[in-house]
Nanobody
Framework: QVRVVESGGGLVQPGGSLRLSCAAS????????MGWYRQAPGNQRELVAA???????NYADSVKGGFTISRDNAKNTVFLQMSNLKPEDTAVYYC??????????????WGQGTQVTVSS
């Protein structure tokens, strides 16, 4: 059994900051790439940032310079530090973890999502 749980969302004023966390737990043989996606009402889910097991990172153009993704492999956790937030960053943010379980099956696991609202 594998779980992916996000935390850290909330309401913030424009220009403010938030830090999202995502912890993977359970029967994990290997934690591969991890990433953050977001989905605003009426929009498709989109990639925000991703990080490989070797710490290579990839960002959506819309968040470059404002968001930073990082991971703590010892704790199976990925973080998303969001700065200079704008109203258009409002969305449900989902964590994605590509994991290999002890039976050597690799697949993506998703968290339940955490709401981020940027509003004055």
């Amino acid at each position: 059994q594998v779980r992916v749980v996000e935390s850290g969302g909330g309401l913030v004023q424009p220009g403010g900051s938030l830090r999202l966390s995502c912890a993977a737990s359970g029967s994990i043989f290997r934690l591969n790439a991890m990433g953050w996606y977001r989905q605003a009402p009426g929009n498709q889910r989109e990639l925000v940032a991703a990080i490989t097991s070797g710490d290579s990172t990839n960002y959506a153009d819309s968040v470059k310079g404002g968001f930073t993704i990082s991971r703590d492999n010892a704790k199976n956790t990925v973080f998303l530090q969001m700065s200079n937030l704008k109203p258009e960053d409002t969305a449900v943010y989902y964590c994605n973890s590509r994991m290999t379980t002890p039976n050597l099956m690799t697949r993506d696991y998703w968290g339940q999502g955490t709401q981020v609202t940027v509003s004055s």
